[in-house]
């Protein structure tokens, strides 16, 4: 039998899911007081299953540092008083809000802060510590696109959650890391099989796990420990986004990227090119030479490069290659 045929609540399956938090406990140094929740719905659901937990009926601060920031100031809003701590999608070039910046409530129940905006390219260079900024209110961090590409430093954080689909395994699995003093704050309309509380104490069992996503995200805990763990995923990352920047920054204008340096993601690059008229031509000429999904998200259209920790630089370099063609070709 497979592991999507056997029961959730059997030895073996309890076998899968223990090993694989143990090691993921591991890769990121997760200390003992947070605890590790499997949970479903992606990271679109931890924007209401993180209110709905940890709001308390207070306010709730949002740092708006692109489109899933936004999302996330949308949906607490349903929940909690839900208002941005700063917002860098007002003019000028996307970047990160320096935390200095930050207007947040005294008596807030959290700052939420997305570590890296997929679409826009935007990557928090460092975690801020609220302490050491003067807020009283915990850290909710969305990682759901750069997760295991860095360590994490957890005395500043409450909860880190990341959808696994991005860096970790298929989608179906979202991975929810609490800090043990924040249980038991749901609001009383919270989903049962949302309540962390519950979750915890059933081992992120209240009802049937996505055992099949929960395996496979195993799989790669075990080759990303193989492979050196994630101090060898970040210096890769590095690497190839390096690279890539390299090249955009090279091309004269040819290509472009609109980023604050300092807030460059090292995971997804947007870039567009000199001439929009081109990006289609693009496009399907990357498709022939085996190079795709490259085209933008649809909000911001233009050009993106997703270099998640399972793209081999040899990935990278052929891209490279080939926008080198092309800008000579068409340049
Ligand atoms: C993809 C993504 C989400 C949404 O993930 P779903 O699993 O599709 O709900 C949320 N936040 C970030 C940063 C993402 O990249």
Known sequence: MSVM??????????????ASQTRLRQLLAVPPEFHILYMQG??????????LNLSQGKGV???????????????????????AAADSRQGGAPGWPAPATWKCRADSAYVHFCANETIDGVEAPQWPDLRALGLPSCAVVDASSNILSRAIDWSRLGVVFAGAQKNTGPAGLTLVFVRDDLLGRALPTCPSVWNWASLAQQRSMVNTPPTYAIYIAGLMFEWIAQEGGVAEMERRALERSQRLYACIDASEGFYGNRVEPQARSRMNIP?????????????????????LQLKGHQSVGGL??????????SGVLALIDHMNAFARRYG
């Open 271 to 291: 870039f567009h090119l000199k001439d929009p008229a081109l990006t289609d031509t693009f496009v399907s000429q990357a498709h022939e030479a085996g190079l």
């Open 304 to 313: 993106r490069a997703s270099l998640y920790n399972a793209m081999p630089m």
């Open 5 to 18: 045929e056997i029961s959730h609540r059997g030895p073996e399956f309890a076998q899968i899911l223990q």
């Open 42 to 51: 992606g990271g679109l659901a931890l924007n209401a299953a993180v209110p």
């Open 61 to 83: 601060d949002v740092v708006v540092s692109g489109s899933w920031s936004h999302k996330s100031l949308l949906e607490a809003g349903r929940y909690a008083n839900a208002q």
